[in-house]
């Protein structure tokens, strides 16, 4: 079994309820940050931290994520005729070596951890990382690579948290430590959606997650919890009386892109932080205050 991070998990089935209609034609996590779909910095991310090979769990009508990440002679070719040397780069930098993605189909929207054992024959018997794909993260390193580094001090299972908004934390899976000393800290507990009141800290599972593959045997008879919905959280709840966990607080900055406001936060922090995009982009905004 090998104990390096090699593969990546992206559930990326959900309808976008919270982004309609945008989402109702196009797979929400490809709608657009500036000028790349949010799976662009996503799958850019987890390259960063060494990932070598994408899961993506996809529902019906997801075909054009599979699209985007294929090569397309139709446009690559208009490029080259047309001699727009910069753009043809652009359209290719999103594409990896053949055979770098899986795709399997969740067939039922069950939840998130009925998701990500849906990719249990292609994760196989090894560690493995989730991205939730929602979850845009700007850091130096990166956010999966933060928590790599934290694996790779540690080992076990690692889940990148950050302090949830006040009034909030009803909203995520919560997370108990031991004590909290510094930014990784082992854990004793977490709850999914705890009722308003009860949050055992004020911390929140944030989207990346490095998890043993003994977490598919626990999801397997995994019964449905917060919403109706089979829930990652509780299998890693089981799976902590077995093996260890610790929360890692990443530094960095987080964008709900599942969110109307959060993806506009991602467009304006993105466009800002493109040196050549910078000035114009700021310009346009302030015009609009
Ligand atoms: C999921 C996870 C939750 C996590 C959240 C982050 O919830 O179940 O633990 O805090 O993502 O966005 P969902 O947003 O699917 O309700």
């Known amino acids: 079994m090998s104990s390096r991070v090699r593969k990546a998990v992206l559930p990326v089935a959900g309808l976008g309820t919270r982004v309609l209609p945008a989402a109702k034609a196009t797979p929400k996590n490809l709608l657009n940050v500036v000028d790349r779909p949010i799976l662009s910095y996503i799958v850019e991310e987890a390259r960063a931290a060494g990932v070598e090979h994408f899961v993506f769990v996809v529902g019906r009508g997801q075909g054009a994520i599979e699209d985007y990440f294929d090569a397309n002679p139709e446009v690559e070719g208009a490029l080259e005729a047309k001699a727009k040397a910069d753009v043809l780069a652009d359209v290719r930098g999103d594409l990896g070596p053949p055979g770098e993605m899986s795709f399997v189909r969740q067939m039922a929207p069950l939840g998130l951890g009925h998701a990500v054992w849906c990719a249990r024959h292609v994760v196989g018997n090894e560690p493995f990382a989730v991205i939730l794909p929602d979850m845009l993260m700007t850091a130096e390193p990166p956010a999966l690579a933060q928590a790599v580094a934290a694996y ?138």
């Open 152 to 289: 790779d001090k540690v080992g076990g299972n690692i889940v990148v948290v950050e302090p949830a908004p006040k009034g909030e934390a009803h909203k995520y899976g919560i997370v108990a430590l031991e004590a909290q000393d510094g930014r990784l800290n082992r854990m004793t507990g977490m709850v999914e959606k705890p009722p308003p009141g009860t949050e055992p800290s004020n911390l929140f599972i944030s989207g990346r997650y490095i998890l043993q593959p003994d977490i598919f045997g626990v999801l397997e008879t995994q019964e449905r919890g917060a919403g109706g919905e089979i829930q990652l959280t509780d299998a890693m709840a089981k799976l902590l009386k077995s093996q260890a966990f610790h929360a890692l607080e990443y530094d960095g900055t987080t964008y709900d892109c599942g969110d109307k406001i959060g993806l506009l936060r991602a467009n304006v922090a993105f466009a800002l932080r493109r040196p050549e995009l910078a000035a114009a982009a700021r310009k346009a905004i302030q015009a609009l205050l």
